[in-house]
């Protein structure tokens, strides 16, 4: 029996139940104290640049933006990204990674920033920044805070605290 086709696709309401099941089952409860969670509780992602993987028309993986200002500049914090266990190891988030960050490109964004693993991250274009130049509302690994530019020069002199845009008309 062949597995279905795995398709990606904008996230959509819908959505949101099966997402929720996958980042609770990937980062657990203690997912709520993080320092990314706090900044995204102040308010929505950008579902128009934020991504799912569908499999049989089910959700499996998810990636989400949301926008940010570090200081005065105007950045996206990517995450969560997740993957329900039966399909990780298979390129998934990887591409959902990819098509994120042309979106983002493509909407006039030019940094990205993330709390994460700087060896999976780093193929991406991530780099760690300087230490100290960002600063999260909760304790975080300095050495954890990726930036990626998707303009030359964007994370060039970034300095301040992160938090959320506020921006309206997301949904």
Do not use: W
């Not at 329900?84 to 390129?91: D, L, Q, R, S, V």
């Amino acid at each position: 029996m062949t597995r279905p086709a795995i398709v990606t696709a904008a996230e959509m309401p819908a959505h949101d139940a099966d997402i929720e099941q996958i980042h609770a089952d990937a980062f657990g409860p203690g997912r709520f104290a993080r320092a990314a969670f706090r900044i995204r509780e102040g308010g929505p992602h950008d579902r128009t640049l934020s991504r799912v993987a569908l499999s049989d028309g089910k959700v499996i993986a998810s990636v989400r933006l949301t926008p940010a200002l570090i200081g005065k500049t105007p950045a996206l914090l990517l995450g969560p990204l997740a993957v329900t266990p039966a399909f990780m190891n298979k390129g998934i988030g990887r591409n959902l990674m990819k098509e994120c960050l042309a979106l983002a490109k493509d909407a006039g964004h030019s940094l990205v920033i993330l709390v994460g693993d700087e060896p999976y991250y780093a193929p991406f274009g991530f780099k760690r920044v300087p230490a100290k130049s960002i600063q999260f509302p909760a304790p975080v690994d300095q050495n954890r805070i990726l930036a990626c530019e998707l303009a030359d020069g964007a994370a060039d002199m970034v300095n301040g605290a992160v938090r959320h845009q506020n921006l309206a008309g997301f949904s």
